[in-house]
């Protein structure tokens, strides 16, 4: 995540992004959870120093419904993190190709 972006990442941040991009948005004391489209659950929360999201999908959705579902998402996840979908696909490989540290 970016360093600007970073310092940013609060419920209230997540709270208000789920809601411009899905509609809805019901925070709990530690989370955000919505629903929208092909998500059937979505919960975030700030963590230390990224973005925790867990996320069901129903892949039974008509292919309209899914290609929208994955613009908002797309558009969430980049507003919270200021990372594009591709950068975030670079930063995925580069990860999976580093060794874990032995621990």
């Known amino acids: 995540m970016r360093p600007a972006v970073r310092a940013q ?3 209230e941040r ?3 992004t789920c809601q411009a991009e899905f509609g809805t948005a019901d925070r709990t004391p530690d ?3 919505t629903r929208y489209g092909a998500i059937d659950s979505l919960t975030a929360r700030p963590g230390k120093g990224e973005l925790l999201v867990e996320l069901q999908m129903n892949p039974k959705v008509p292919n309209d419904v899914a290609a929208e579902t994955v613009r908002r998402y797309n ?16 930063k995925a490989q580069k990860a999976a190709k580093t060794p874990a540290a032995a621990g």
């Open 9 to 11: 990442l609060t419920l």
């Open 75 to 90: 558009r969430f996840l980049e507003t919270l993190t200021g990372y594009t979908a591709k950068e975030r696909a670079k």
């Open 31 to 33: 989370a955000v959870t």
């Open 14 to 16: 997540i709270a208000e």
